[in-house]
Each structure stands twice: as structure tokens, then as C-alpha cells.
T-cell receptor, first 112, second 113 residues
């Protein structure tokens, strides 16, 4: 069965610093992987997705993620954090029938 | 504008009083789903529907019902709400084919006293 683990429920960075949010997955088949972002009082919005094409995936707002099969990881990065990046981030893996399994989420805080 | 619309956005109710949270999408998506979000647990799937009149249980279906009589609508029904159903609920939809990217509603915060 597919599952997702996000290491660190809270991550704090300074404005301008590197953002690294960790996601490890387990899947018995080549996975489709997603990162979603949730701003306060809003629904989830797709940041980027991996669908077995390029292993380095670029998303919106300067985020990117690298699929590493050997490490079963799909970590999310951004070179320079901005105050507007403060939000909760969810990693997800697609299961059969379009169902997604989500990780527990990581709340990103950006300090001025 | 393509969107998933949920109502109500906020609701406070009492134990045992039946309620329905509506969900509607205007993207002609076949697949629709309900999730609940609880701190530290991420999003957990309650029910999903692959198309009209086709529904199935997700990971946490107890205490919930759904129906899919029309393609655009997928209401979530709590026949007898209990305090452990206090949560933030999200409806989502997608095309059945393709990568399965989900489009989410803005959420419905439910409190059961």
C-alpha cells in the first residue's frame, strides 16, 4: 500500500534562506507524486507534480522537487524563502482509482 | 471560472442533528471525493465517486454518507453527527484519466457540540 511521510510537522526559515521540506513515500508501483500548498482559510492548491517524466519538477512560485527513486523521496525546495511562502505543505502519492494518500503536512514559517 | 464550491463554509451544530455539506464542480470532472483534515493527520479520504451513481468508501467512512445523482454534485451527509466529526472538510474533483490532479474546494469547518 502506498503511504507518505513528511519529516517535520513545522519548519522555520528566515526570509531569503533555502526552503527544504522532506517527503518520503512508499509505493509498489512507479508513483505519481504531488505537492500541494494550503494558505490560511483556503483549500489546497497544486504546487507541482511528478508523473514519471523528468525527475526534477518545477512548480509555481519558484518551488521545485526532485524525484529520487533510490531514496524513495520527493523533497520540495525553494532557493530563497519569501514571507508569502508561509503556509502548510502536503505531499501526496496517487493510489489506484485517482485516490491520493496525503502526508501529515508541514507548516512552513518564514521569519523576517 | 473553474471551481469546486462547498457550502456551508462554517457550521456549528449539536450531536445528532442531521446535516448535509454540499459540493459542486463546474469542470465536468468524473471523479469527486471528500476528505477531512485534522491536525497532524493530514487529509484522510472519507468517500469518493468515480462517476454518477458510483461511490465507494475511503479510509474513514464511518458516520458519513454520500450520493452522486448528478455529475457536478457530491453532497456529504452526516446522519447523526458526533463530536469526533468536528473537523475541516474538503471536497475535491478531477478527471478520471490523466495524472489525477485534484482540484479542491475552500473547505467547510464543522463543529459538533
Amino acid at each position: 500500500a502506498q503511504s507518505v511521510t513528511q519529516l517535520g510537522s513545522h519548519v522555520s526559515v528566515s526570509e531569503g534562506a533555502l526552503v527544504l521540506l522532506r517527503c518520503n513515500y512508499s509505493s509498489s508501483v512507479p508513483p505519481y507524486l504531488f505537492w500541494y500548498v494550503q494558505y490560511p482559510n483556503q483549500g489546497l492548491q497544486l504546487l507541482l507534480k511528478y508523473t514519471s517524466a523528468a525527475t526534477l519538477v518545477k512548480g509555481i512560485n519558484g518551488f521545485e522537487a526532485e524525484f529520487k527513486k533510490s531514496e524513495t523521496s520527493f523533497h520540495l525546495t525553494k532557493p530563497s524563502a519569501h514571507m508569502s511562502d508561509a503556509a502548510e505543505y502536503f505531499c501526496a502519492v496517487r493510489r489506484a482509482g485517482n485516490m491520493l494518500t496525503f502526508g501529515g503536512g508541514t507548516r512552513l514559517m518564514v521569519k523576517p | 471560472e473553474a471551481q469546486v464550491t462547498q457550502n456551508p463554509r462554517y457550521l456549528i451544530t449539536v450531536t445528532g442533528k442531521k446535516l448535509t455539506v454540499t459540493c459542486s464542480q463546474n469542470m465536468n470532472h468524473e471523479y469527486m471525493s471528500w476528505y477531512r483534515q485534522d491536525p497532524g493527520l493530514g487529509l484522510r479520504q472519507i468517500y469518493y465517486s468515480m462517476n454518477v451513481e458510483v461511490t465507494d468508501k475511503g479510509d474513514v467512512p464511518e458516520g458519513y454518507k454520500v450520493s452522486r445523482k448528478e455529475k457536478r454534485n457530491f453532497p456529504l451527509i452526516l446522519e447523526s453527527p458526533s463530536p469526533n466529526q468536528t473537523s475541516l472538510y474538503f471536497c475535491a474533483s478531477s478527471f478520471s484519466r490523466g495524472t489525477g490532479e485534484l482540484f479542491f474546494g475552500e473547505g467547510s469547518r464543522l463543529t459538533v457540540l
